[in-house]
């Protein structure tokens, strides 16, 4: 029998800890008790991290070969092709004409190797992240208020707190055993919970008040509560004469913005005198939101992309810190800030220097003596001081054709960027794009002259940094697929063969996880927050038993680490150890709704995908929650714009068009809608928007506006929906509309198109056609056509089409196709379009770890009286696993449940 192994999960900041325990036929995936982020606690995502893993392996879902100019080809020459290509571009066009764009997702070892590789040997600053899209503003927030980019705070904090606010953070969603947490503490001590989210999210379950604010207008909201304090007397002037400066200014702006509670509202489009009656207090909500910030000494602020991604992001981070600070609550127990990173390596990417404005080591491109510092640890001689080009500037500069090789590693920039049609052009027209991926079909891939297959989570060692500042091994428990290998191997073969031979020869992650521990402590006068000496000469057996730390973890300090906290004794890092309070404005966002397009749209994730769906697409029941992308829209809109439920609407920007199912739903405020950000050109026709979006960005970030696109909505009416199920994916080129899910035994599309086509030539292909045959039945008259292809008697295709979206069990259908033979009975129910049985239609899954859909939770309330979602639990187990889908159960209970006083 194989041993356990203890890793980390690859998805969200959390970093929770993993057991993996071999089965007979695989592996199975739980929480790791011991781990200090999750303590045994894990969500749907990473339950579900098998099904990935064995998803893959079936379906040739990974990318096993390297490939060069299309053709498939060794090691050897993939690294000699790519070397001899970006030498020749450097010896052409110079050293800038070289750019790396990188990923959060790296492991720290391979983000280290490719910092070191662009900035200290090819000798361009241009290497970005997507940590650009993600916590660039939060970056720039903390340098200016604290003089390092630290998150002072630990998880604990959350299960301390008194009061906890969620700013732009759907944590149920997005950090889900977070919110489990704070979740089983807010049920043990009452702790108070406040949304701030222009729409209603899952999170707002637990929450004792919602501020659905107008979207970007944040600054308003905290520079109206940090006035509000100063007026009330309700700061730590104490705190502030020795531990601030700035405090004065920031105050007098804060008034000039919003001096009193009525000015603040109306800013923030919220309703004065909109009573919080629930909480009995008679005052305003607003009211209600600032008295509870003044009375808790126990207040954290978690914020996340509703704060970052926002052309003030970097002034919204400071005025949350702001009113932190002018109330001496950062770095305590149970108060604080909280950025919750989004992922799994967003902190490490920033530790070794990822972002085109970072050196490595917290150390700073523009100054020369960090450089300089830099360059005589790196041995490099093309070290320059300056930074690099961010995201967007980066792809611009690839379009003109100044950038003239890229190479893009864990990251899928033709998807997640704005403008994403401008992106793909400079794609297509920049001479060399070498792209690394695990999985073969990315929109990015697609415009790849050499491929790199990169090994996988399941295969990887290395480390991560969560949003607590914990370092986490990530440990590998199967060999790659085919040739795949690690990034930090593919990038130093790559080094070593443009002639770097010394600097990169790496026998193992440990080897230069040591060198970043030696550079963090390196000439470190103690204002680099970030030191982690104790690893500078970390073996592979020390490294490889590693257990969870935070640092920073100096030579001097304990092995489990430095601190929980950070700066809570009012000592920060900036050259007088005093924390910056900062006078910032309200502006509103850069692009405007207007009579072409007057709604805002806004963009975000859903629970059980995990951004462009490479890996948790693959997954049958990570697809069951969301099948499709839904454009969210509040009734009133629904009906202005003549959008039925269900229906499918068209949305257009300036920039691009998406075609989206349309859910009608008041969790939307009017004038608003939502997108899911995570489709693409590999799991639908139009699904992205990342072509909508503007290229707009926060002017010192560099972070794209990428919640506040205005659009305007048609219904897109189509003369035919069907449903198609196949194995393997299909052409649909040339349809409108498809959507790719994946069902328990094939891929399900939903398709609609508007003109007529040869509804057979959908089904799929299959190479041994000659034995297969299809079994028909057609009602022109009522546009009813069903399709099915056996092949000695086993499903490999089937297609149901009609005037409307066909109703009939999606798993019943995908399920067929894992059997061996199809019985009469079903062969008849496939012709007639309904299961043999009667059983739910389109059922919708609810809770994903016990596989629990709508339909039997509607039964379990109308036929077994359950009444709460403890009832639901009980019966079905529903929501009794990581707790997720708690908030739809309730919302579920709800519509059905006759309310008390009707
Ligand atoms: N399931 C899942 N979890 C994930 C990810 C995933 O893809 N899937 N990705 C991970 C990553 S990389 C990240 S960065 C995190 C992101 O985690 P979150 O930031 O929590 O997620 P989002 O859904 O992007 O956005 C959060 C909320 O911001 C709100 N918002 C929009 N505009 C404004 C505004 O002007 N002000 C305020 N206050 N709020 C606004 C949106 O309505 C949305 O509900 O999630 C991580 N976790
Ligand atoms: N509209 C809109 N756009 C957004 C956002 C939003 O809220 N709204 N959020 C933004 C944010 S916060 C983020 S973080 C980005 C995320 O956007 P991306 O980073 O573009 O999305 P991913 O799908 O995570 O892309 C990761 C890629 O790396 C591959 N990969 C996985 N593991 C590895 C590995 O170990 N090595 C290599 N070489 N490749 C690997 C995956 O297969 C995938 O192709 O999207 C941003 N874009
Ligand atoms: S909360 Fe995040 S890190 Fe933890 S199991 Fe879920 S996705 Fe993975
Ligand atoms: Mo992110």
């Not at 609550?329 to 220097?353: C, I, L, W």
């Not at 057996?541 to 430095?562: E, K, L, N, V």
Request: glycine share 8%; with cysteine.
């Amino acid at each position: 029998m194989r041993d356990e192994v203890k890793t980390t999960c690859p998805y969200c900041g959390v970093g929770c800890g993993l057991i993996i325990s071999p089965t007979r036929d695989g592996w199975a995936a739980g929480g790791d008790p011991d781990h200090p982020a999750n303590l045994g606690r894990i969500c749907s995502k990473g339950a579900a991290l098998i099904d990935t893993v064995m998803a893959e392996q079936a379906h040739d879902f990974r990318l096993t070969e390297p490939e060069v100019d299309g053709a498939k080809v060794g090691w050897d020459t993939a690294i000699d092709e790519t070397a001899r290509r970006l030498r020749d571009t450097i010896a052409q066009h110079g050293r800038k004409s070289v750019a790396f764009y990188v990923s959060g997702q790296l492991l720290t070892e391979d983000y280290y190797v490719a910092n070191k590789l662009i900035k200290g040997f090819i000798g361009s600053p241009h290497i970005d992240t997507n940590s650009r899209l993600c916590m660039a503003s939060t970056v720039v927030g903390h340098k200016r208020a604290f003089g390092a980019d630290v998150v002072p705070g630990c998880y604990e904090d959350l299960e301390i707190a008194d009061l906890v606010i969620l700013t732009g953070s759907n944590l149920a969603w997005c950090h889900p055993v977070l919110n489990q947490r704070l979740r089983a503490a807010r049920e043990k001590h009452g702790t108070k919970i406040v949304v701030i989210d222009p729409r209603k999210t899952a999170s707002c379950d637990i929450a004792d008040l919602h501020l659905p604010i107008k979207p970007g207008s944040d600054v308003a909201l905290f520079n109206g509560l940090l006035a509000w304090l100063d007026q009330t007397g309700n700061t730590d002037l104490r705190y502030i004469a020795r531990h601030v400066t700035g405090y004065e200014h920031a105050v007098a702006e804060a008034r000039a913005d919003c001096p009193d509670i009525e000015t603040t509202a109306k800013k923030c489009g919220l309703d004065t005198h909109e009573v919080a009656d629930e909480l009995g207090s008679g005052l305003g909500k607003l009211e209600t939101f600032f008295n509870w910030f003044a009375t808790f000494e126990r207040t954290v602020t978690v914020f996340s992309q509703g704060v970052n991604q926002s052309s003030s992001g970097s002034d919204k981070v400071n005025s949350i810190l702001n009113c932190h600070l002018a109330t001496g609550r950062v770095g305590k127990p149970g108060s604080g800030p909280f950025s919750v990173t989004g992922q799994p390596n967003a902190m490490g990417g920033r530790e070794v220097g990822g972002l085109a404005n970072q050196l490595a080591a917290h150390m700073d491109p523009n100054n020369p003596l960090d450089v300089d510092r830099v360059r005589r640890f790196w041995r490099s001689d093309c070290l320059e001081p300056g930074e690099g080009y961010k995201a967007v500037d980066m792809f611009r500069a690839i379009e003109t054709g100044e950038i003239r090789a890229v190479w893009i590693m864990g990251t899928n920039p033709a998807v997640s960027l704005p403008d994403t049609n401008r992106v793909r052009l400079a794609l297509s027209r920049c001479p060399l794009v070498i792209v690394s991926d695990v999985v073969s079909d990315t929109d990015t891939l697609r415009h790849a002259h050499i491929k790199l297959p990169a090994a996988g989570w399941a295969e990887k060692s290395g480390t991560v940094t969560n949003s607590e500042r914990r370092i986490s091994r990530q440990r590998p428990f199967r060999k790659p697929p085919g040739l795949a290998k690690p990034d930090w191997w593919i990038m130093s073969e790559v080094a070593k063969a443009m002639g770097y031979v010394r600097a990169f020869k790496y026998r193992d992650p440990s080897d230069i996880f040591a060198e970043h521990a030696a550079l963090s402590e390196f000439e470190n006068d103690g204002l680099r927050a970030f030191d982690i000496g104790m690893w500078r000469k970390a073996k592979k057996s020390s490294y490889d038993a590693m257990t969870p730390f935070q640092w920073p973890a100096s030579r001097h300090d304990q092995p489990d680490g430095g601190a929980k906290r950070l700066y809570g004794n009012g000592i920060f890092t900036t050259s007088n150890g005093r924390a910056r309070m900062l006078a910032v404005q309200h502006t509103t966002p850069l692009a405007q709704a207007s009579t072409d397009f007057p709604l805002i749209a806004n963009s975000g994730r859903y629970r059980d995908q995990w951004h462009t769906m490479t890996r948790t697409g693959t997954a049958a029941r990570l697809s069951a929650h969301r099948p499709e992308p839904l454009l969210e829209v509040h009734p009133a809109d629904a009906s202005l714009y003549g959008l039925k439920h269900d229906g499918i609407a068209r949305i257009t920007s300036q920039h691009g068009t998406a075609l989206m199912r349309v859910l009608v739903t008041d969790a939307q405020s009017p004038g608003q809608v939502f997108m899911p950000m995570h489709w693409n050109d590999v799991f639908s026709a139009n699904g992205g928007i990342g072509r909508l979006l503007p290229p707009n960005v926060d002017p010192l970030s560099g972070q794209p506006e990428s919640k506040h696109v205005p659009v305007a909505l048609t219904p897109f009416e189509p003369r035919w929906q069907g449903l198609l199920f196949s194995k393997k994916p299909v052409d649909l080129s040339g349809l409108p509309y498809w959507v790719r899910a994946t069902g328990p035994g094939s891929m399900i599309y939903e398709i609609a198109g508007d003109k007529p086509v040869l509804f057979k030539s959908l089904l799929p292909v299959s190479p041994h056609d000659d034995h297969g045959h299809i079994i028909e039945y057609n009602d022109t008259q009522k546009g009813i056509h069903r399709f099915a292809r056996l092949e000695d008697n086993r499903l490999t295709g089937a297609l149901f089409i009609g005037r409307d979206r066909p109703a009939l069990g999606r798993d019943w259908v995908s399920n067929l196709f894992a059997t061996d033979a199809i019985a009469p009975d079903e062969r008849n129910a496939l012709l007639a379009g309904r299961m043999p049985a009667a059983g739910a239609l389109n059922d919708r899954l609810i809770c994903s770890c016990f596989s629990v859909g709508l339909a039997a939770i509607t039964q379990a309330i109308s036929q077994q009286n359950a009444v709460t979602a403890t009832d639901i639990g009980r019966l079905l187990q529903a929501g009794t696993g990581c707790g997720s889908c708690l908030p739809e159960i309730k919302e579920i209970l709800d519509d059905l449940l006759p309310r008390a006083a009707e």
